[in-house]
Nanobody, 127 residues
């Protein structure tokens, strides 16, 4: 059974860092794109970053570029989202998601294209 489970959320101060983890099970990541989305109260789900396992490429939304880093462990069981210089606007529920296939340019803007989702982890950034 394909499963992704997020962890690492919590309360952080503005300017600090958090690292989220996405543990995958039930499949091998070799040909998957694993992504991170977030959703703030009253707002649509927003793509944040993704990692293409086929070629190791990383992609970021403009809002987090230079502050967030997505990576994967060597065992290919966990994808991380390192979030630095956090801002109150980063507050939301962060979801790990995935699909099989190549990355394409609109992927972070189309939540409906992703095939499986975790339950999410809450990130709250205090001013």
């Amino acid at each position: 059974q394909v499963q992704v489970v997020e962890s690492g959320g919590g309360l952080a101060q503005s300017g600090s860092s958090l690292r989220l983890s996405c543990a995958v099970s039930g499949f091998t990541m070799d040909y998957h794109v694993i992504g991170w989305f977030r959703q703030a109260p009253g707002k649509e789900r927003e793509g944040v970053a993704c990692f293409s396992n086929a070629d190791g490429h990383k992609y970021y939304a403009d809002s987090v570029k230079g502050r967030f880093t997505v990576s994967r462990d060597d065992a290919k069981t966990t994808v991380y989202l390192e979030m630095d210089r956090l801002e109150p606007e980063d507050t939301g529920i962060y979801y790990c998601t995935g699909l099989i296939g190549p990355y394409y340019s609109s992927l972070l803007k189309t939540p409906r294209d992703w095939k499986f989702w975790g339950q999410g982890t809450q990130v709250t950034v205090a001013p």
